[in-house]
């Protein structure tokens, strides 16, 4: 009988119509396909199985994060998922819809008398355990918090290994004189805070605000009273620890709270960072309207979003279901213009837009490095299943902000006070100019 992977890339390139883009190794020894191509191992038979009855990205991922699927000895991640992107995009493989139907086709037969001959065909296996299995409304207040908590009450000591001692999950901001994740990081807070043109006396509003790191910032540095909310219980506790070890609780509140919740505007500043991607279209413009609501007239809005490359016209959008399943249960990515458009809906005047992909793929090199560099305690910490599912997802990330497949951008928008005043200074150099920590409020008063 003929080895295993020569089998299984003959049928596999059939089925496809293309060649593949990895080199193969089975769990025989044998290996197949392209001599350069970057290696991935078929460690047993149950690998093949998950391809079968999920053919494409879920199948794949199922995979590789149960370790059916694995990299060989000194091959780099980066390499295999930059093949695989680039495969997939082109035309013929886009075309591909496999299901049931292309397995009962010549050549899915042929490649079900593979799986035949190798051992390989069986019942589906059970999905790993890492997977979402989200339950009732989409977007519900209930289904949210569901989804959140599947994301981030993973361990603070995993995010905190992963992040480093910034513990800020959002792309940092790469400048000349920044010399590590922890300083490009704290450049991003400090250009939040200088858009927004916070001064003492304000009173901010970090929605969605993770383990609080901007609230912090904007307390000391800027002198704002400040309310966060996160519906992440372990963010929240660990938030309020940290608030209370700088002896700012008089100052800085966190609320576990929905942003549909927030009862005490108005405010003078409002963040929203890595957030909105979390709303859905369906319910975006009723968390810019909120947004709005909230804002004194003359205050800010810094919105901190990813965003994906428009699709074609009558296109649907599908996310990714690895992405789905795995890591932002129901997270939605839109594009950039469609997200302005709606603040502008929403009633704010769109001042700003600033693309940090570039940044953002930096950042995630750097997080990656910091999963591999920790990779025992990471397993100890959180289990190897989703430790791998962290390490191929920010690995794919960085690849897709590198190559322009998806973005991120800040909106800086206004909500203009009567007769249009938007309290902006007259030129972007001024208003990015950081105010002195004992300026006075000049001609913005604050809320309090």
């Known amino acids: 009988m003929a080895e295993v992977?020569?089998?299984?890339?003959?049928?596999?390139?059939?089925?496809?119509?293309?060649?593949?883009?990895?080199?193969v190794q089975a769990w025989d020894g044998s290996v197949a396909g392209p001599s350069e191509a970057?290696?991935?191992?078929?460690?047993?038979?149950r690998a093949v199985r998950r391809?079968?009855?999920?053919?494409?990205?879920?199948?794949?991922?199922?995979?590789?994060?149960?370790?059916?699927?694995?990299?060989?000895?000194?091959?780099?991640?980066y390499d295999v998922m930059r093949a695989v992107a680039h495969f997939v995009?082109?035309?013929?493989?886009?075309?591909?819809a496999l299901g049931p139907r292309d397995l009962l086709g010549p050549e899915g037969r042929r490649l079900l008398s593979v799986a035949v001959?190798?051992?390989?065909?069986?019942?589906q296996p059970a999905p790993p355990p890492e997977e979402a299995r989200q339950q009732g409304r989409v977007h519900s207040r209930s289904r949210d918090r569901a989804a959140i908590s599947h994301h981030y009450d993973v361990g603070n000591d995993f995010y905190r290994l992963v992040l480093g001692s910034s513990m800020v999950y959002s792309c940092a901001y790469w400048t000349p004189d920044g010399k590590s994740l922890e300083d490009a990081q704290e450049a991003k807070l400090d250009l939040i805070c200088?858009?927004?043109g916070l001064r003492p006396g304000m009173r901010l509003l970090d929605v969605g605000c993770g383990w609080g790191s901007l609230l912090l910032h904007a307390a000391r540095k800027y002198g704002v009273t400040a309310v966060g909310v996160s519906i992440s219980k372990e963010q929240v506790a660990l938030a309020r620890e940290r608030v209370a070890a700088a002896g700012l609780s008089d100052r800085v509140e966190v609320r576990l709270q929905d942003y549909r919740e927030i009862p005490d505007g108005p405010f003078d500043a409002i963040s929203s960072v890595g957030m909105a991607e979390h709303v859905g279209a369906a319910?975006?413009?009723?968390?810019?309207?909120g947004l709005y609501g909230l804002l004194t007239p003359g205050g800010r809005l810094l919105n901190h979003q990813i965003a994906r490359r428009p699709g074609r016209p009558g296109e649907p959008y599908v996310p990714s279901p690895f992405i789905s399943s795995y890591v932002f249960p129901d997270g939605e990515l839109a594009p950039v213009g469609s997200t302005v458009s709606l603040l502008e809906e929403a009633g704010f005047e769109v001042r700003d837009v600033e693309s940090l992909r570039e940044h953002y793929a930096l950042t995630l090199r750097e997080w990656v490095a910091n999963l591999e560099a920790n990779w025992p305690e990471a397993v100890q910490l959180v289990g190897r299943g989703r430790a791998r599912v962290w390490r191929l997802y920010m690995a794919a990330s960085a690849l897709a902000f590198e190559e322009n497949r998806i973005g991120i951008n800040q909106v800086l928008a206004v909500r203009t006070a009567p007769g249009g005043l938007s309290h902006l200074p007259a030129t972007r150099e001024e208003w990015l100019a950081r105010v002195p920590a004992d300026a006075d409020l000049g001609d913005r008063p604050s809320v309090r």
């Open 89 to 96: 995009e082109q035309p013929r493989i886009r075309a591909l």
């Open 5 to 23: 992977a020569t089998q299984l890339v003959g049928a596999l390139e059939g089925l496809l119509g293309a060649g593949l883009p990895l080199r």
């Open 117 to 123: 001959r190798t051992g390989s065909l069986g019942l």
């Open 194 to 196: 200088r858009k927004l």
């Open 283 to 289: 319910q975006y413009l009723r968390y810019a309207s």
């Open 51 to 77: 391809l079968i009855w999920q053919p494409g990205e879920l199948g794949l991922a199922r995979a590789f994060v149960s370790g059916d699927l694995d990299l060989a000895p000194g091959t780099d991640l």
């Open 38 to 45: 970057p290696v991935v191992v078929l460690r047993n038979r």
